[in-house]
């Protein structure tokens, strides 16, 4: 059972437009996330985080958008940038535990 | 640079073998955890280290075990493998015992069972 899902394992985006990630979940336990970005033969690093008390957060060109009655969160990336293609993972956790629960991942493409 | 390091970078080996994976974390970091990566798939949580005790476990199976030293550095060890455990192995860690902490990766083990 998947617990979090991204649905989208691909997306191409032209340089300086938005890029638009999305991630749905089922847990409603859930209340802490974060987007992980992977470039070939490296490990996965921390992009951006949300607490349940929020709905939204900035850091640069990325914002996390976070919908708990619909069980979705998105990463926008605004404007995008070639270096910005990789892999994104987003990840979901519950207070008290101890692990997070990471999606399949979506390659993004940013053409120059 | 993550401060995470992890050894072998590759690894090919056969059916009914034995390897060992180790990660060293970032200085300070009382945490470990390992996660497994298969084709398409994603991060599979399989266990956490936190100051030399086992704190949480995943989809772990009973093939494969780990342990955190007194350096905090980690081994996860994996015997009668199977060409499905062949996989990419992350390393992760954090400063304390888990819960709303950003997790530092490696840059992962690639296992090759043939």
């Known amino acids: 059972d998947q617990q979090v899902k991204q649905n989208s394992p691909s997306l191409s985006v032209q340089e300086g437009r938005i890029s638009i990630l999305n991630c749905d979940y089922t847990n409603s336990m859930f209340d802490y996330f974060l987007w992980y970005k992977k470039y070939p033969a490296e490990g996965p690093t921390f992009l951006i985080s949300?607490?349940?008390?929020?709905d939204k957060n900035e850091d640069g060109r990325f914002t996390v958008f976070l919908n708990k009655s619909a069980k979705h969160l998105s990463l926008h990336i605004v404007p995008s940038q070639p270096g910005d293609s990789a892999v994104y993972f987003c990840?979901?956790?519950?207070?008290?535990?101890?692990?997070?629960?990471f999606g399949t991942g979506t390659r993004l493409k940013v053409l120059a | 640079d993550s401060g995470v390091t992890q050894t072998p970078k590759h690894l090919i080996t056969a059916t009914g073998q034995r390897v060992t994976l180790r990660c060293s974390p970032r200085?300070?970091?009382?945490?470990v955890y390992w996660y497994q990566q298969s084709l398409d798939q994603g991060l599979q949580f399989l266990i956490q280290y936190y100051n030399g005790e086992e704190r949480a476990k995943g989809n772990i199976l009973e093939r494969f075990s780990a342990q955190q030293f007194p350096d905090l550095h980690s081994e996860l060890n994996l015997s009668s493998l199977e060409l499905g455990d062949s996989a990419l192995y992350f390393c992760a860690s954090s400063v304390g015992s888990g819960g709303f902490e950003t997790q530092y990766f490696g840059p992962g083990t690639r296992l090759l069972v043939l």
């Open positions: 949300i607490s349940s008390i929020k």
């Open positions: 200085s300070g970091d009382l945490s």
């Open positions: 990840a979901a956790g519950g207070s008290g535990t101890y692990k997070y629960i």
